[in-house]
């Protein structure tokens, strides 16, 4: 079993739609989580960290279940800028720094 | 956040040969690491770059094949030796940055290589 699971999608969606992303890890001592968006030949660029409480930014909503082991990425009314890869990265036990990828699930909207 | 430089960003050689990639950051940061991200891949840690230590290296990763140097604290190289069309791939390095918990990493623009 991977660390870090994703969907792969494809998720296609129209503009103003709402989609949600699940990822989830097995490492039940995993400290950090996060979102990034990666365009296509472009390096990966960090979205929103998640936190305990969960938190939003703007049209962006990130959920953290550590009972059940998910972090989850919501997106509110998508635009066509937001067709990208979105990977969930996981820091394991000990503050390592180290990330565990996901491999990604890629949104296409639609006009 | 942090402003990272890579070179080259890309470059096609030949197998058997050797590219050293390197990694500027334009603040000292204590963290820095290398990825490989394989065609279609997510991506995986090859390392952590200890400034003034041997770097960490993952599993199914040797300093034999990934050399790498951490002169100081914006700086660090990788070199991919002896390679095989298998090392073609993007190399990204990335830092940490502390402001608080959690401390967040951000990714230099990747350096694409092609091994012939």
């Known amino acids: 079993r991977k660390e870090v699971e994703q969907d792969p999608g494809p998720f296609n969606v129209p503009e103003g739609a709402t989609v949600a992303f699940n990822c989830t890890y097995s490492n039940s001592a995993s400290q950090s989580f996060f979102w990034y968006r990666q365009d296509c030949r472009k390096e990966p660029k960090l979205l929103m960290s998640?936190?305990?409480s969960g938190n939003e930014d703007g049209r962006f909503t990130a959920q953290l279940n550590r009972a059940s082991q998910y972090i989850s990425l919501l997106i509110r009314d998508s635009k066509l800028s937001d067709s990208a890869t979105y990977l969930c990265a996981v820091i394991g036990s000990g503050n390592t720094g180290k990330l565990i990828f996901g491999q990604g699930t890629t949104l296409q909207v639609k006009p | 956040s942090a402003v990272i430089s890579q070179k080259p960003s890309r470059d096609i050689c030949q197998r058997g040969t050797s590219l050293t990639i390197q990694c500027q950051v334009d603040s000292q940061v204590t963290m820095m690491f290398w990825y490989r991200q394989q065609p279609g891949q997510s991506l995986t840690l090859i390392a952590t770059?200890?400034?003034?230590?041997?770097?960490?290296?993952e599993s199914g990763f040797v300093i034999d094949k990934f050399p790498i140097s951490r002169p100081n604290l914006t700086f660090s190289t990788l070199t991919v030796s002896n390679m095989s069309p298998e090392d073609s791939s993007i190399y990204l390095c990335?830092?940490?940055?502390?402001?608080?918990?959690?401390?967040?990493?951000?990714f230099g623009p990747g350096t694409r290589l092609t091994v012939t």
């Open positions: 998640v936190y305990s």
């Open positions: 770059a200890n400034q003034g230590s041997e770097a960490t290296y």
């Open positions: 990335s830092v940490e940055v502390y402001r608080e918990e959690p401390y967040e990493q951000y």
